[in-house]
Structures are given as C-alpha cells and as structure tokens.
C-alpha cells in the first residue's frame, strides 16, 4: 500500500502543519520500501543519500509527528527500537508479525481466524474492541538452518 498524499495533506492541514520537502521525503522512503518495518535509523541512512542536509533528530520528529497523525503505525518488536509502517487503516484485515530471535528479521501473515476470536471475545464481554496486534516470536527459516549446523 502506499501513502496517499493527498490524503497526507489534508492531515496537516487540519492540524495546521506544513508538509516540508524533508517530510515528505521521509515518506517516500516508507513508499519505497513498504515490505520493511523501518526504524528511525533506518530511515535516515535511506533519506540522507536523497537529502543529506536531513538530520537524525528530524527524521525522530517526523516520524513521532506520522505516527501522531496516523499515516504511520509505531510497532515495539521488543529489540529497543521503534519501527514504523504504513498505516493500512482503510483496509479490514489485520496483518500480524512473525520475529525472529536471531537475526530480528520481521515477516508480516495475514489471519482471518483472529477476527472470530475477536468477535466472540467482544461479545463474551461487552468490550468494544478497536484494534489488535499479534507477534510470534521463534526463527525464520534462515536463522533455522544456521542453528542446525
């Protein structure tokens, strides 16, 4: 999915913020590279080789602004940063996240079974649910391999 900048706009208008040429190159990094859940640093490695005047304190600025905003999701992996997504809010499936231990490679699946669980949580009770998130944490198949030689 990639960012709608259109819809981008209009966020920063309604919050009376400017869409920079700096931002905006931060989100075209994330249009770039939307199968990658990005870190901060990330990011600035991407952004600094198009605009080397970007400094590392704006892209944490920008990206806290994003995720403020919605256009982005901030996810916690449990490896002590933060990485950020497109936020696929228009779109009724969950997607969820496979972690591997070893080399911290995220991979994303897609499950309709939780959406009953959900359901019949909600119901049992009386909880309007919002959103949820699910992280299995084990080894790909790669850091598998390495373990068995």
Do not use: W
């Not at 982005?72 to 499936?93: A, W």
């Amino acid at each position: 999915m990639n960012i709608n900048m259109a819809d981008v706009r209009d966020k920063f208008r309604e919050r009376q913020y400017k869409l920079t040429p700096q931002r905006q190159t931060i989100l075209q990094a994330f249009n770039d590279h939307r199968d990658q859940h990005l870190s901060a640093e990330d990011v600035y490695q991407i952004v600094r080789q198009r605009a080397p005047e970007i400094g590392l304190a704006t892209v944490y600025r920008t990206l806290e602004l994003l995720s403020e905003l919605e256009v982005l999701q901030k996810l916690d992996f449990g490896d002590g940063r933060s990485r950020y997504e497109i936020n696929e809010t228009n779109t009724p499936h969950h997607h969820h996240h496979l972690i591997c231990l070893s080399c911290g490679k995220v991979k994303e699946f897609e499950d309709d079974l939780l959406e009953t669980l959900e359901t019949a949580i909600a119901r049992k009770s009386n909880f309007l649910i919002m959103d949820h998130q699910l992280k299995f944490y084990g080894y790909c198949q790669e850091c598998q391999s390495k373990r068995d030689d």
